[in-house]
Nanobody
Framework: QVQVVESGGRLVQAGGSLRLSCTAV????????MGWFRQVPGKGRDFVAA????????HYADSVKGRFTISRANAKSTVYLQMNSLNPEDTAVYYC??????????????????WGQGTQVTVSS
């Protein structure tokens, strides 16, 4: 069993920055593909960013390219999502997800085995 825990969500003004963190324990972290998704009430969960266990393969949703950066620190069993130039459309619950030993679908919900509880990000205009 892998436990995934996100942190860092809060209220921020439009144009501001925020860094989310996510830890995953219970499986060698350097064998986990990690992803970030987000969800607003009444809508499905959308892909945001993903990073392979080595950090060599990174994917972003078009809506966040150039503004968000995903990174990982395997020694700390932590993945980060640096979010810059935030706008109200980025308001959502952000979920971290882990895929055991790689993922064939890193941009899809089905590509992940374990999920965190989510952290709320609210961007005020």
């Amino acid at each position: 069993q892998v436990q995934v825990v996100e942190s860092g969500g809060r209220l921020v003004q439009a144009g501001g920055s925020l860094r989310l963190s996510c830890t995953a324990v219970g499986h060698p972290f350097n064998r986990l593909t990690m992803g970030w998704f987000r969800q607003v009430p009444g809508k499905g969960r959308d892909f945001v960013a993903a990073i392979s266990w080595s950090g060599d393969n990174i994917h972003y949703a078009d809506s966040v390219k150039g503004r968000f950066t995903i990174s990982r620190a395997n020694a700390k069993s932590t993945v980060y999502l640096q979010m810059n130039s935030l706008n109200p459309e980025d308001t959502a619950v952000y979920y971290c997800a882990a895929a055991l030993d790689g993922s064939n679908w890193p941009t899809e919900i089905i590509g992940y085995n374990y999920w965190g509880q989510g952290t709320q990000v609210t961007v005020s205009s």
